[in-house]
C-alpha cells in the first residue's frame, strides 16, 4: 500500500509579515491512500484566514496519481476563491512531467526553491 | 553439390531477431496492489526495455492510471483484473489491461469510453472536475496508441503501445541522441 506523510508548517514573511501554510507531502499518493489526505488539506483550507498564502513542498513526493492532481486543481480553485495564492515547490522530475502533461503547471506557480516559493505566494 | 545460402539468410541466422516477452500479472481489485505494479512496471522497463528513465517513470504512470480505472469503473471489490506487458525488442511495448464488467455502475462499452475521453479531452483542465485526467490526458499523451475493445466476458480491454523510435521527436529534433525524448 502507497504511504504518503503530511506535514503543515506555518510560514510568515519577515518583510511584508504575511502568513502562509507550508504542506510538506512525503511518499506516495494514489487511489488507496488519496482521500484521507485530502480531507486534512480541506480542513486547513477551510480554516484559515480567507487571502492565506499555501506552499506545498513536494521536494518527497514520488508518485501522484490523477485523481491527486485532480484535488490540487481543487485546492487551487478553493484557495483563489478565499483570496490566496498556492504555490507548488521543488517538484521531482517526474511529478513535474505529471502536472505538466495535464497542464496544471501552466496555471499553478511552481518554484525551484523554497525561498522563491515564499516570494510568489 | 554446394547449397547456396543469401547474405540476409546467413545474417539472419547469426543474428536472430529477439522475440517479444510477454508477461501477465492478475490482480486483485484492491488499490492496495498499486504500489507493487507501479514498482514493477518502473524495473521492468528499466531492464527490459531501451526506453529512457524518464518514460520508465511516465509508464508508471500509464499503468497505474489503467489499472485504477479498471478497478474503480469495471471491477466489483472481490473480482480480478489481467494487465499484460508485450516487450516487441528494438520496436515498441504493448500493455494490455481488461476487467470484467462488474463495476458499481453497470458493464461500459468500449464506445461509451471512447466518448467519455474524448470529451474530457476537449475539456480545460481546470474545469474538469476531480476525476477524468488519467485517461484523457497522461496516457493518451504518453502512448502512441489506445483502443478499448469489449470483450467476451462482458468487460473491457484497453490497449496502449508505445514505439521505441517515434518519427514525430525525430521531426523536431532529427539529431536528438535519445529518440523517445523531446526537448522544448
Same mark, same amino acid.
Given at each position: 500500500?502507497?504511504?504518503v ?6 510560514? /510568515?514573511?519577515?518583510? *511584508?509579515?504575511?502568513?502562509?501554510? /507550508? ?15 485530502? $480531507? ?5 483550507i ?12 513536494? $521536494? ?9 492532481? &485532480? ?11 478565499? &483570496?490566496?495564492?498556492?504555490?507548488l ?15 496544471? *503547471? ?9 525561498? $522563491? ?5 | 553439390?554446394?547449397? +547456396? ?5 546467413? =545474417? #539472419? ?19 492496495y496492489?498499486?504500489?507493487?505494479i ?5 524495473? +521492468?522497463i ?12 511516465r ?21 480480478? !483484473? ?9 520496436? =515498441? ?16 462499452? #468500449? ?5 467519455? !475521453?474524448?470529451?474530457?479531452? #476537449? ?28 470483450? #467476451? ?22 539529431? =536528438? ?8
Open positions: 500500500m502507497a504511504d506523510q503530511l506535514t503543515v508548517s506555518d510560514l /510568515i514573511s519577515t518583510t *511584508t509579515g504575511k502568513s502562509s501554510k /507550508i504542506f510538506t507531502l512525503v511518499g506516495q499518493i494514489d487511489e488507496s491512500n488519496v482521500m484521507p489526505l485530502v $480531507e486534512k488539506i480541506y480542513a486547513v477551510k480554516e484559515a484566514t480567507p487571502g492565506m498564502g499555501y506552499i506545498f513542498d513536494l $521536494e518527497n513526493l514520488l508518485y501522484m496519481n490523477s485523481k491527486s492532481v &485532480g484535488y490540487m486543481t481543487d485546492f487551487y480553485n478553493q484557495i483563489k476563491t478565499r &483570496g490566496g495564492n498556492m504555490v515547490t521543488k517538484l521531482q522530475p517526474n511529478i513535474n512531467d505529471i502536472l505538466s502533461v495535464i497542464g496544471l *503547471t501552466r496555471i499553478i506557480p511552481v518554484a525551484q526553491t523554497l525561498e $522563491e516559493a515564499k516570494n510568489l505566494v | 553439390m554446394t547449397d +547456396l545460402v543469401s547474405g540476409s539468410e546467413v =545474417a #539472419a541466422s547469426q543474428n536472430p531477431q529477439p522475440k517479444p516477452t510477454e508477461i501477465k500479472i492478475i490482480l486483485p481489485t484492491n488499490a496492489f498499486m504500489s507493487g507501479r514498482d514493477f512496471t518502473l524495473s +521492468l528499466r531492464n527490459m526495455t531501451d526506453f529512457s528513465e524518464q518514460w520508465a517513470f509508464f508508471q504512470s500509464v499503468v497505474d492510471e489503467l489499472c485504477s480505472n479498471a478497478i474503480e469503473h469495471g471491477s466489483s471489490s472481490d473480482d480480478t !483484473i489481467e494487465i499484460r506487458f508485450l516487450n516487441l525488442p528494438g520496436e =515498441a511495448i504493448e500493455i494490455y489491461v481488461e476487467d470484467h464488467g462488474t463495476g458499481p455502475d453497470g458493464p461500459l462499452t #468500449a464506445e461509451q469510453i471512447r466518448e467519455k !475521453i474524448a470529451k474530457n479531452k #476537449a475539456m480545460d483542465v481546470l474545469q474538469m472536475g476531480l476525476r477524468g485526467r488519467g485517461l484523457a490526458k497522461i496516457v493518451s499523451e504518453w502512448t502512441d496508441k489506445m483502443e478499448f475493445f469489449d470483450t #467476451a466476458k462482458g468487460g473491457i480491454c484497453v490497449m496502449v503501445r508505445k514505439n521505441l523510435h517515434d518519427d514525430k521527436f525525430k521531426e523536431v529534433l532529427p539529431d =536528438a541522441m535519445d529518440p523517445t525524448h523531446i526537448v522544448i
